[in-house]
């Protein structure tokens, strides 16, 4: 990507989340969903960063996409909860693997926001081991009749597209591999549930779905039949590094907080902020920041190698460590700066008034999606011992 387009793909994103924010914050203390984050985006032109330009997309590298996450992370996790799931793990998997047909057909639609997109993953059985999901898939004529429940699906109850990971009905043992299919959610064999009951991130639509003998075109199978997991697999590293990024968000817009609030509150006759003990606090947020940052840049220059060598196992293997290990730092980070902000600001912290709180109760969850801390764990040790040692297994 150009330097001049990279300056304007950010500052139309930074125009976004400034022309989003006073929205975002009457939503979160109404707890509602942001029905205003769709028609702003759609009007800076963010609903498809790295989509490539022929299918009406800004054409944003990793590095760039990056940078608009972590922007858009300063805004909320459910705002970046939002791209993440429409973009990520949405429009990424099309850009990857879908053929010519597929990609004219949804991303310039994702792009005009006709098209809101997700991903259905996890089940009420199946999350940390996808490999144990239920939903099925056979063929008809032209079509496929898909069957099952996908849950906690970010937009999942306000999209008009997602990529469902099933297996095949009528095989077993080593013969039963998953596919991935695009799959469109309108009709009555497709029902959608909110659901609202989270710790945080009011103003996102966090989802399940039932499809009950729901069809679709057979023109609609992403990739080869039996490589969804390898389709799943890689979109979650585009996943983790979208969360990993918009923690760096988080941490940044807590730090700003922070810093302002220690220059204006005055206790036992002084400034907080010449306190040292909140000056412990205010190092420590600056160094989960700086952590994150270098960590999340590594990462996404490794995503960047390996998204422009297709097939390159061993590039490829390093972006989804790098990526992991960005996750597991700069969510963990951006969880300890939340306490730390809500700490700095006192009674005033512990409120969803105040944005330090708000970030407390949304950024636990980067912890727990698109990968565990414990299963990141295990995948970081996995890649340093070899696949003998696999402790999934
Ligand atoms: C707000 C939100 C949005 C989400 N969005 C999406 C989405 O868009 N698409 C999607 O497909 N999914 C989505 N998810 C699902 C998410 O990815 C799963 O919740 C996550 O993978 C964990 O699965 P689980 O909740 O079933 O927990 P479980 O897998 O049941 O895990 C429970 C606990 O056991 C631990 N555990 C499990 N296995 C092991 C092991 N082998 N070793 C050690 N510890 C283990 C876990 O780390 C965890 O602490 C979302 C979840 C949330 C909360």
Redesign the pocket.
Known sequence: MLAAEQAQLLADVDAFCEALRPHEELCYLEHRFNDQLIPLALKHNVLGLPVPKQYGGRGADAVTYARALARLGREGTGVR?FF??HTS?GQYPIIRYGNDEQKQRYLPASVRGEKIL?????E???????LEMTSTYRREGDEYVLNGV???????AICQAVIVLAYPEDKSGDDRRMSAFIVDTAGHTFEVED?PA?LG?PT?N?GMFQMNDHRIPATNLLGAEGNGFRIAMHTLIS?RLSVAAGCLGVIEDILTEVLNYAKERSQHGKLIGKHQLVQEHIARIEIDRATSDAMVERAAIAKEASDNAHGDAELLAKADLAVAEAKYVASNAAWDAADRGVQVFGGRGWSSLYRVGRHLQDVR?CR????????IQ?KIALALLGKEFA??K
């Open positions: 909860t993440s799931g793990i997700a991903f259905g993953l996890t009420p059985d199946a999350g940390s081991n996808p996908k849950y906690l699906i970010s937009n999942g659901l989270k991130m996102a966090t996943g969850v727990i999606y698109e990968g565990t801390d414990e299963i295990l402790a999934f």
